[in-house]
């Protein structure tokens, strides 16, 4: 028999009612079910799980690390700080503890050992990139987040978000997977990448002490939702790390595509970050050749020898 390879696997829905009844401290009955979404390989499982006595969380059985080279310490690094923001206040969805002390899990599925965490619930709804009290809170608690974790420590280390991580290896892996309809394509690519490292040579030297240090990696609107009172959870920090915070902010006017957007959502956005912590003039001036190096970082985050788990919906017969 010919061996097979499995690029991507779904565990039960009942397996993982299993795993938490037998290893947290919920109330039975315990139920879960897959969270609705795209099943790109490179995105992380998540299921709704509910205990006995009503209360829900949302579980996460992390993707294989190769993808980006995380190893047991960047997850634990990551329990740590979501911690500490809980500690200090921070309106974060937090890790769960375990019954044998610990935050993380680990399974063996088809295709080798994956990791998880339980977390508590993010309740409400997306943030609006239309309201402007929203986005000011939004670069506030940036700001708060980031300033607060000058004081972060962790015995785990998490690799860093510098320019082998946003730069080198995507550009290796758009290079290695782009395809000849695409490769033309690879020499602009590559030298806006290269103009952005150039611009930032400058610039990095002259960053205050507090310009590097814990940041999200991928602030956005889709991770941050609102209740009712308006009041804001942040979750989903799969991609933090040690980082520059003009990064951090150049990530979510990235994502929120802010710089295309009228100005006074930019504007409400940097008067809640600068209520906390301002940008000095060279992180100010990053903040531009950061965005590039963010697009270049998503083309490579996408170009996956794996791709997606499946590319179109079944068509009529």
């Known amino acids: 028999m010919t061996p097979i390879r499995i690029a991507r696997s779904f565990i039960a829905a009942e ?3 299993e795993i938490v009844a037998a290893e947290y401290d919920c109330p039975p009955p315990v139920s879960a079910k897959l969270f609705s979404k795209l099943l790109r390989t490179q995105d992380n499982d998540h299921y709704l799980v509910t205990a006995g006595d009503g209360q829900q969380y949302a579980f996460r059985l992390y993707q294989q690390g190769n993808r980006f080279r995380k190893v047991e310490s960047d997850y634990l690094y990551e ?3 979501l911690n500490f923001l809980k500690d200090h206040q921070l309106p974060v969805s937090y890790p769960i503890r375990r019954r044998d002390g610990g935050y993380l899990g680990r399974l063996d599925a088809p295709e080798g050992t994956r990791y998880y965490a339980l977390f508590s619930l993010a309740y409400g709804d997306p943030m609006s990139l239309k309201d402007p009290e929203q986005l000011y809170t939004m670069g506030e608690t940036m700001g708060r987040v980031h300033v607060v974790s000058n004081d972060f420590t962790s015995p785990h280390t998490r690799k860093p978000i510098d320019l082998t991580y946003l730069l080198d290896r995507p550009l290796e892996r758009i290079g290695r997977t782009w395809t000849d309809d695409r490769v033309a394509n690879l020499d602009l690519v590559t030298a806006a990448a290269e103009e952005a490292r150039d611009e930032l040579a400058g610039l990095l030297g002259k960053f205050p002490a507090d310009g590097w240090g814990p940041i999200g990696g ?3 609107q889709g991770s941050v939702f609102f209740d ?3 009041r804001p959870t942040f979750f989903n920090f799969d991609l933090c790390g040690p980082g520059w915070r003009a990064y951090d902010v150049a990530a979510f006017l990235s ?11 930019a504007e409400a956005f940097f008067a809640g970050y600068f209520s906390v912590r301002q940008l000095t003039d060279e992180e ?3 903040v531009a050749p950061f965005l590039t190096i963010r697009r270049v970082w998503l083309m490579g985050a996408f170009a996956r020898e794996d791709g997606l788990v499946g590319h179109t919906f079944m068509g009529s017969i």
Do not use: C, I, K, Q
Request: hydrophobic fraction near 40%; aromatic fraction near 8%.
């Open 79 to 81: 329990m740590d700080w």
């Open 218 to 220: 991928d602030f956005h």
């Open 284 to 286: 100010h001036a990053a």
């Open 228 to 230: 009712e009172t308006n």
């Open 15 to 17: 397996s993982v009612a």
């Open 255 to 265: 994502n929120g595509n802010l710089m295309h957007a009228p100005a006074e959502r």
